[in-house]
């Protein structure tokens, strides 16, 4: 057999056993923690649905794997990605658009399934490719609350006010003000100045960058500030994230710029160590004109490709996803093998315990549906800051290029190498020459 015939044979093989499935999926986060629960996820979903499906979940490199699946014309009925792709996806009519489906939906289209401000964060000029995956967090700053009731302070809401705490941290604690993993996520101090991260296109359709523009040199200068304190961690370009986050809950850094559900993993992980810790998030700083600008993650998403088979198939997976039966999955798992039910209560197995509720939906869209098991402590109060405050940050392919410039010289200026006026001038230089900003 030659070898162009095997080739031939294989994919006509898999392409039999991809139309013998009522519904087949690509998923990179949504599913079992292993190979062997993941079996055991697709068991329950075909039996609540009544389908027979094959649900592939890559090891690694997920987004290869999606990309060179639809370019070569493998048929999935549903692709898992987010909102990043879109622009990528809809221009290869790669992905169906999804607003006469959604509307039809009287799960999908219920605002207490899936509110508004879901949809507003991935919508196209009106037109919906996707259905969320899940609620998206954001980052804000999170800050010890424990201290701040011990010294009669608010939350701070200016920088003025966010020195106050540094400086009282630093007197009592000797803590860092601020430690991070580079500019992994100052946003909330950033926002002190009015400056987003990222790309933002100006109302003349000119590509730029906040935290190159003029106005950032002031921002930089007061990193620099903070470091000539000793209130800004050292190692900040070095830095992953486990390394902040070790330093605050070790009382050596009075704030990070984290994830909303971090407030409550903190608050969760330091229960016994120290009851008295208390992690709590915080809108960023007020801008010259009061706003605050915080992020909010992309949004994940369940598309439907264009060539999909079985499109009532996929949609009835994603009415599933979004009622409790499907919460329950996102979150807890499997009964029987993550938790059981006993005399009503819900309660995890050791896997579960150690599987952290995360099945690819740790924290659901709806407005309705309480987790059996509660929020962690804070969460709920950190959700709707990001809900109030944060926006997606625009990072085109030319984010790739740009944002090692602007990393390069925002470290010099953190470190007080250069001033704040000497960082976003070589910012603006090598990004004009690059051709990576406009005007």
Not at 39 to 49: C, G, I, N, Q, R
Not at 64 to 73: E, H, K, P, R, W
Not at 145 to 157: L, N, R, T, V
Not at 254 to 267: E, H, I, P, R
Request: hydrophobic share 45%.
């Amino acid at each position: 057999m030659t070898r162009m015939t095997t080739v031939a044979l294989a994919a006509l093989i898999a392409g039999s056993a991809a139309e013998a499935q009522d519904l087949r999926i690509l998923s990179a986060v949504t599913g079992g923690k292993d190979a062997e629960e993941q079996e055991f996820f697709v068991a329950e979903l075909e039996e609540h649905l009544g389908l027979d499906i094959e649900m592939i979940k890559p090891a690694a490199d997920y987004n290869n794997v999606l990309f060179t699946s639809l370019a070569s014309g493998e048929q999935f009925d549903l692709i898992y990605g987010d909102s990043s792709m879109l622009p990528t996806l809809v221009d290869q009519g790669a992905i169906m658009q999804l607003n006469d489906i959604i509307e039809s939906s009287a799960v999908l289209s219920d605002p207490a399934v899936i509110p508004d401000g879901e949809w507003d964060l991935f919508d196209m000029d009106g037109a919906l490719y996707g259905v969320p995956n899940k609620f998206e967090g954001g980052t804000m700053p999170i800050a010890r609350g424990d201290w701040m009731d011990a010294w009669g302070m608010e939350p701070p809401a200016t920088i003025e006010e966010w020195e106050a705490y540094f400086d009282r941290a630093q007197e009592e604690y000797g803590a860092y003000g601020i430690s991070s993993a580079g500019l992994y996520d100052i946003q909330g101090w950033m926002s002190g100045w009015g400056l987003k991260a990222g790309y933002v296109v100006d109302d003349a359709g000119n590509r730029t960058i906040p935290y190159a523009s003029d106005d950032a040199a002031a921002a930089w200068d007061w990193f620099c500030e903070l470091t000539e304190k000793g209130q800004l961690d050292p190692n900040f370009a070095s830095n992953g994230s486990g390394e902040f986050r070790n330093l605050f809950m070790a009382d050596q850094a009075a704030a990070v710029g984290y994830w909303d559900a971090w407030v409550g993993l903190f608050n969760n992980l330091m229960a016994e160590q120290n009851p008295e810790f208390r992690a709590m998030g915080v809108a960023g700083a007020e801008g010259p004109n009061g706003e605050v600008i915080l992020r909010r993650g992309n949004a994940s998403l369940w598309m439907i490709p264009a060539n999909a088979q079985n499109v009532e198939n996929a949609v009835a997976f994603l009415e599933f996803w979004h009622s409790q039966p499907g919460y329950l999955m996102g979150t807890l798992g499997i009964e029987g093998h993550d938790y059981n039910v006993e005399n009503g209560e819900y309660v995890l197995t050791e896997i579960g315990q150690a599987h952290g509720m995360d099945h690819g939906a740790p924290r659901v869209a709806s407005t309705t549906w309480e987790n059996p098991f509660g929020a962690l402590p804070g969460v709920n109060e950190a959700e709707e800051i990001v809900i109030e405050y944060a926006t997606t940050e625009y990072q085109p392919l030319d984010w790739v290029d740009a944002q090692p410039i602007v990393e390069g010289y925002a470290y010099q200026a953190m470190a007080c190498e250069i001033t704040g006026e000497e960082a976003v001038q070589r910012m603006q230089d090598d990004l004009t020459a690059a051709g990576l900003i406009d005007g």
